[in-house]
């Protein structure tokens, strides 16, 4: 429908590497490789210790559990969530669909939820009503709500911008579920939707010039937030009760942010970004000021980020086009253990809440686990 729709990610792949410190070898390695090999992970390092529960394809070695692949093109988004006391996966593709993943088992979890007529780019969950739903937006420029438990779309679609939705996520706000959203086109449009009445709320938040990539949410001061970055090198951080942006833009990225989340650090709320410019970024939310140099590992831009604690410590987990997703401590601005090699590049990448770190990586989905 729209080439523009797959943002600057598509220019990194083109324009990426052909090897990378000599670690993307032969595209068939994987294939012959141990899985250890095959992601990069170090023998008798602590922390490198992680375990390739299951893989999509064939592609991470033959000893991995290897389930049916589901997707048939690139993985664009994922989440987690539960559903009837079942730990899921929910990714979103450029085929189109959203698929379910029962996480501990890697069997895809009922039938994939179709609607959306273009290329599905974000994913985000939440619980209205008491039942799990996943909000996706995508190419066809809808935003899509479906009821997890019956694998049924909720309504008609939320629809305002006339571009594609780039970016979903979730927060409560004034105790009603909200999924926030951002457009591309040269606008920068972000949207708020009532998840329970599917009404917008209020006027779109602007400010952006060009694309909004990314979104996270997270409570500063108590109050409901959004953080959002985009084509404009920015990241911003919004008020969603009065909806209106809080302090100036954060800088210091120096092309596209690509990527956002957030994190507790200390107890206060902070926010990861990831770029083109192969940069993660670490932001106190609180004096708005970055933390620390940026991270520098990555040999190509860094697609996507998301925070998690692991081991007691806050951590960010990045992915990129270089095929490798990488763990650092916020602690020490240092890169926990080597990066582990996938043999596709890296779209998407996820913490569950008990622990589990899942990828996505070309049309491939894997799941990994500390050891």
């Known amino acids: 429908m729209r080439n523009r729709a797959d943002g600057p990610r598509v220019d990194g792949v083109r324009a990426g590497p052909a090897r990378v410190d000599g670690r993307l070898a032969n595209p068939e390695l994987p294939m012959n490789a141990e ?9 008798d390092e ?10 999509t394809g064939s592609q991470v070695g033959p000893r991995a559990r290897h389930v049916p692949s589901g997707h048939t093109d ?6 987690t969530t539960v559903v009837s006391d079942c730990p899921i996966a929910v990714t979103s593709s450029r085929d189109d669909t959203v698929r379910l993943w029962d996480l501990a088992t890697g069997q895809q979890f009922g039938e994939p939820l179709t609607g959306h007529d273009d290329m599905v780019l974000a994913v985000a969950t939440a619980v209205v009503d008491g039942r799990p739903v996943a909000v996706s937006g995508g190419g066809d420029e ?21 571009d594609p939705v780039l970016a979903v996520a979730t927060a409560v706000v004034e105790g009603r579920p909200v999924a926030v959203t951002s457009g591309g086109g040269t606008h920068g449009l972000v949207r708020a939707w009532d998840l329970t009445t599917h009404r917008q709320l209020g006027e779109p938040l602007t ?12 409570e500063v001061a108590g109050r409901p ?11 911003r ?23 956002v989340a957030s994190i507790a650090v200390d107890g206060r709320p902070h926010a990861i970004t990831s770029g083109l410019d192969w940069t993660v970024r670490l932001w106190d939310l609180a004096t708005r000021r970055q933390v620390g140099k940026p991270l520098i590992g990555h040999r190509g831009p860094v697609t996507a980020c998301t925070g998690a604690v692991i081991d007691g410590c806050p951590t960010a987990v990045t992915g990129g086009m270089d095929r490798t997703v990488r763990v650092w401590d916020l602690n020490t601005s240092e890169q926990a253990g080597p990066e582990l090699t996938f043999p596709l590049p890296v779209g998407a990448v996820t913490m569950s809440s008990g622990g589990r770190l899942v990828v996505g990586f070309g049309q491939e989905v894997a799941v990994l686990s500390r050891r």
């Open 74 to 79: 690139e993985v664009r988004g994922v989440a």
């Open 207 to 218: 400010g952006h010039r060009g694309e909004v990539h990314a979104l996270a949410t997270t």
């Open 46 to 55: 602590p922390a490198a210790q992680w375990r390739v529960e299951w893989a």
């Open 142 to 162: 809808t935003v899509r709500v479906w009821d997890l438990t019956t694998g049924q779309q909720v309504g008609k679609p939320l629809t305002g911008d006339h």
């Open 237 to 259: 951080v919004w008020d969603l009760i009065t909806r209106r942006e809080i302090g100036n833009p954060l800088t210091g990225h120096d092309k596209d942010a690509l990527a």
């Open 35 to 43: 899985p250890a090999e095959a992601l990069g992970l170090v023998k």
């Open 225 to 235: 937030t959004a953080i959002t970055s985009g084509e404009d090198e920015s990241v």
